[in-house]
């Protein structure tokens, strides 16, 4: 991790945007972050830690208060930093949840914390996001800590810097996991103990069907299971070698019994089938001669049935003869009947019509009896029909066209009369939009002239307005001008103090260094030692060396002395920054005011309201008349658009009116001539023309049907007669008399055939040798053949039924050993897997008795790391300490203790002092950062610490020891990481020249990098 700028903006002490090239601190490789107490030392690291991981260290991150007071309300707090992470460079830009003023209205509101992630990629920044969440775990990732483990490691704040050497255990292995990313070794940890429960779920998967086919084969063959069969384990009780040996013994046994009881059922068989055989004949023979009764018994019966038969013979035969001529005859039948119906709707149709009829047939009959005589009927024949009709269809049509006439006549009738109507209501609203036109005019005149009246008052209220406002603003500055003039006076007299400060301190400086260069050559004798060169004379010869008064000062006291005035001028600078800036505001009011007191500006404000108040009463009612004006002046419109369309639509009914009057004398006159002709109502001669119509269309179909039966029956009558007489009956009544239904013919017909069947099937029978020797046989005892064929029969049964048991065992037994074994392939290798990964994954997890030290992978390899960091840090305790102390791990585990050398016992970190504690811990954390950036050199893993950040400490700690530990830091500049060292000790703003000072003021601190070494 590299950074490389930092800026912060109403941040901590920093009230407005400060900022810092880290690059240009870390070009030496070790820089001094100094200030007085509460300048913002620490807030710079806090800053940094806030960019990252958006909370600060320690206690300070609980009072959630990160926004300067200092800053003007509506700055936002903001912290951005650049910096490498994992040789990808960012820009993390993170806001704080702050109380920023309204925008609207009085009061706070609460801004939400922000953050913007930003990537450097082909020199432009793009965005990666702006998600809280997601950038916490972006940071987590590339740093690879969280930031209670950032703190102990890369920035040891206040009051922390001791957490990781006293750290316990469980805290020291996680810090030490997420810098190393030892994680993947708890994960093999893991996935060892995650596959041996894997194999071993599998191995006791496929030991179920070897459980299964042993128990089986036990119940199949009747034999115990073997004594040490366990299936509750993956490496099981017994080998599959010893199951196979016992199955394949169980199915040698079954198949020793198949063989023996199959040798015994032959003969059982041989003998059950003899007795079976003997006891069919005599049944055969039984039921032969029982047979041969029966068929004897039923032939003489037929045979004397013959007489009856034949009569039956003979009406069949004549029936048959009658069946062509009988559907003839049935026709001719059909057809009269036909005529007699088409004589009956005829009839019927000339009652309906009655006088019409007989006057169109040219005749005087008078009477509804007369209409239906013959000879009517044969008047009205189908020509006669046909011109009636014709007649009475014309006159049909001419009064559908005058019933339509009639109401086209009655709707026009009715318009006319809607049409008058509109007219008359259309005449009155114009009467009353001319009488409403002729006032209007005279009512906006009045209203318009009101408003002129107005318009000179508003634009003498919108000019006292503007004065008003002016006014205010005047007044407001005013008012600052008098409290900006008591903070120039106390700024002044402040300022007369700091410059009186420092030039006291100033003078005490140079009084200081006046007596050190008196007392210089005591001070250079000091450094001589017997035999050394003189650096003044070259005498290696030291007679009288100059001896130091009681109080000469030594350099000490003079940069002492010369910090005092530094610090001093920096006061002194503040107060004369101050009064500028006094000075500017009290100007900038002063320019604003006008030159007018507060009470000046008061009394026109008043004047002004007073002024407005009596242009507002004047104008109150503005607002009424104007909307008056729109009022009138759209009625006014809207009159003159309803006058222009009543004068249309008066147009338009006038002329519809016209149009109706033309085609009402047309329709008039048609209906006119239709009444007359039919003497009456058109709809009326409609209803009795139609009704007569289809009277007349009845009849002559009925002329028609009768006409067409007539000639149909003379047909049917001839062609009967004919074919009776060709199948030898003299007439039709002998047809019919001889004819038989189908279904009483086709009875005889099967009673016949089936008689003759039964006589001939008894005779073939009969002749049946079997039959023919059975008639002389005598009855067999077949109760006593049936006993012995039952008893033989039990016993093959029982023989058969054994040997049945024993093969079907023997095949259970073949197939089961054949599941056993497939089942024994499949679990042997999975068992072996079993074996390896159950000794791996105990020797893995520190309980294998190989395990000596009984520690799991991942603890030994963070104890493994830890030693290294050990060893690392003894490199860098051995000089600070003069070899004094010593770090070392106690065996097996992740704690620490300290060796002291000249006592030679190993003491808890917890008993070191202040200044102790302080080596020891700052040599651990320099040991953790060598142990790192060597693993990162070296294959690119781990955390990348290239910074180091070391809050405060120094104070406690000699002259002596002092110089040991700058060297040691000195030394770091070698291996490219950057050390900051926070403090406000004296000494090391010589010792080290790259510094960032924090300079503390009233409007808020500031930074700024010093060269001290020019």
Not at 120 to 138: E, N, Q, Y
Not at 385 to 398: C, K, M, N, Q, Y
Not at 723 to 731: L, R, T
Not at 908 to 922: I, N
Request: aromatic share 2%; net charge negative.
């Amino acid at each position: 991790m590299r950074l490389h700028h930092l800026e912060i903006t109403a941040f901590g002490p920093f009230a407005g945007t400060v900022a810092v090239d880290l690059d240009a601190l870390a070009d030496g490789g070790l820089f001094l972050l100094c200030g007085p107490t509460g300048a913002g030392k620490s807030s710079v690291l806090d800053a940094i830690c806030f960019a990252l991981y958006g909370a600060v260290p320690g206690e300070r991150n609980g009072a959630r208060h990160l926004r300067s007071d200092q800053a003007a309300p509506e700055v936002a707090p903001r912290v951005v930093l650049e910096a490498t992470l994992s040789g990808r460079r960012f820009r993390f830009s993170r806001s704080p949840a702050w109380e920023r003023p309204k925008k609207r209205g009085e009061g706070l509101t609460t801004q939400q914390a922000t953050v913007l992630v930003e990537e450097r990629v082909d020199g432009s920044w793009s965005h990666l996001t702006g998600r809280i969440d997601d950038a916490g775990h972006l940071v987590a990732r590339l740093v690879g800590l969280s930031l209670t483990q950032f703190c102990q490691v890369v920035l040891l704040p206040q009051g922390e810097f001791q957490r990781f050497l006293r750290a316990g255990g469980d805290d020291r292995q996680k810090l030490l996991q997420s810098i190393f990313r030892t994680g993947r070794f708890g994960d093999v940890e893991k996935w060892l103990a995650e596959h041996r429960r894997v194999l071993r779920q599998e191995s006791l998967a496929l030991q179920r069907p070897i459980a299964e086919a042993v128990n089986r084969i036990s119940e199949a063959a009747a034999v115990p299971l073997p004594a040490e069969a366990r299936f509750d384990d993956p490496a099981g009780g017994v080998g599959a070698d010893e199951l196979e040996a016992w199955a394949a013994g169980a199915e040698a046994d079954a198949a020793e019994r198949s063989t023996a009881t199959a040798a015994a059922l032959a003969p059982a068989v041989a003998a059950a089938a003899a007795a079976a055989e003997t006891l069919r004949a005599a049944e055969e023979r039984e039921v032969a001669r029982r047979r041969q009764q029966q068929l004897a018994g039923r032939h003489e019966t037929l045979l004397a049935r013959g007489p009856e038969m034949d009569l039956l013979r003979r009406r069949v035969e004549e029936a048959r003869r009658a069946a062509p001529v009988l559907g003839l005859v049935t026709t001719r039948d059909r057809a009269a009947e036909t005529v007699r119906a088409a004589d009956t709707a005829l009839a019927a149709g000339l009652r309906r019509l009655g006088p019409v009829a007989a006057e169109t047939a040219g005749t005087l009959v008078l009477t509804l009896d007369d209409v239906v005589d013959p000879l009517v009927q044969a008047a009205l024949d189908e020509p006669a029909i046909r011109a009636a009709l014709t007649d009475v269809r014309s006159r049909r049509e001419r009064c559908t066209d005058a019933v339509a006439r009639q109401a086209e006549l009655a709707e026009l009738e009715a318009a006319c009369a809607r049409a008058s109507a509109e007219l008359a209501e259309l005449e009155r609203r114009s009467t009353e939009l001319d009488e409403a036109a002729t006032t209007l005019p005279a009512r906006i005149g009045r209203v318009r002239t009101a408003l002129r009246a107005d318009s000179a008052a508003v634009e003498a209220r919108r000019a006292a307005e503007h004065r008003r406002s002016t006014a205010v603003v005047a007044l407001a500055a005013a008012d600052r001008v008098e409290r900006l003039a008591g903070v120039l006076a106390e700024a002044e007299v402040a300022l007369v103090a700091a410059r009186e400060e420092t030039q006291a301190r100033r003078e005490h400086w140079l009084d200081l260094r006046e007596r050190r260069l008196d007392g210089m050559a005591a001070e250079i004798a000091l450094d001589l030692a017997v035999g050394d060169a003189c650096p003044v004379c070259g005498s290696c010869d030291h007679p009288h060396p100059a001896a130091a008064g009681a109080d000469a000062p030594d350099a000490a006291a003079e940069r002492r002395a010369r910090r005092a005035v530094d610090d001093a001028e920096a006061h002194q600078q503040a107060r004369v920054d101050a009064v500028r800036a006094a000075a500017e505001n009290l100007a900038r009011a002063r320019e604003a005011a006008q030159g007018t007191d507060v009470a000046g500006w008061r009394t026109v404000v008043a004047d002004l309201d007073a002024m407005l108040a009596d242009l507002t009463a004047q104008l109150g009612g503005l607002a009424d008349r104007e909307a008056e004006l729109a009022d009138l002046e759209a009625r006014q419109q809207a009159l003159a658009d309803d006058r222009r369309a009543l004068a249309d639509r008066t147009a338009t009914l006038t002329a519809e009116l016209q149009q109706h009057a033309v085609r009402s004398g047309e329709l008039a006159r048609v209906v006119g001539r239709v009444r007359a002709v039919e003497g009456q109502e058109p709809a009326a001669a409609l209803a009795t023309l139609t009704a007569t119509t289809e009277q007349w269309e009845h009849v002559l179909a009925a002329r028609i049907d009768r006409d067409r039966a007539e000639v149909h029956l003379a047909e049917t009558q001839e062609l009967a007669l004919a074919e009776a007489k060709e199948h030898g009956f003299d007439d039709l009544d002998a047809v019919t008399a001889a004819g038989l239904p189908h279904a009483e013919l086709a009875a005889l017909e099967q009673q016949l055939r089936r008689h003759d069947e039964e006589v001939a099937s008894t005779r073939e029978q009969l002749a049946d040798p079997l039959l023919v020797a059975a008639s002389s046989a005598a009855p067999a005892d077949l109760d006593r053949l049936r006993d012995a064929a039952e008893e033989t029969a039990r016993e093959a049964g029982e023989l058969r039924t054994r040997h049945d048991v024993a093969g079907s065992r023997h095949h259970r037994l073949r197939a089961l050993v054949a599941d056993l074994r497939a089942a024994l392939t499949a679990w042997v290798p999975v068992r072996e897997q079993h074996d390896v990964a159950d000794r791996v994954a105990t020797l893995a997890s520190g309980r294998s008795a190989d395990n000596r030290l009984r520690l799991g992978l991942a603890a030994y390899v963070v104890s493994w790391r830890l030693g290294q960091v050990v060893a690392a840090a003894n490199q860098r305790l051995a000089p600070m300490t003069a070899a004094r102390y010593t770090l070392e791990q106690e065996a097996g585990v992740l704690r620490l203790l300290v060796r002291d050398e000249w006592s030679g016992e190993l003491r808890d970190p917890a008993t070191l002092s202040g200044g102790e504690t302080f080596l020891v811990s700052l040599a651990l954390a320099l040991g953790l950062a060598d142990v790192v950036a060597g693993e990162s050199a070296a294959d690119g893993e781990g955390s990348d610490l290239e910074t180091l950040f070391v809050d405060e400490g120094f104070g406690s700690l000699d002259a002596e020891t002092l110089d040991d530990v700058m060297d040691t830091l000195d030394e770091l500049r070698e291996g490219g990481r950057v050390v900051g060292v926070v403090s406000h000790v004296s000494e090391l703003r010589t010792r080290i020249p790259t510094q960032l000072q924090v300079a503390p003021s009233r409007s808020g601190s500031r930074l700024s990098i010093v060269h001290a070494d020019g």
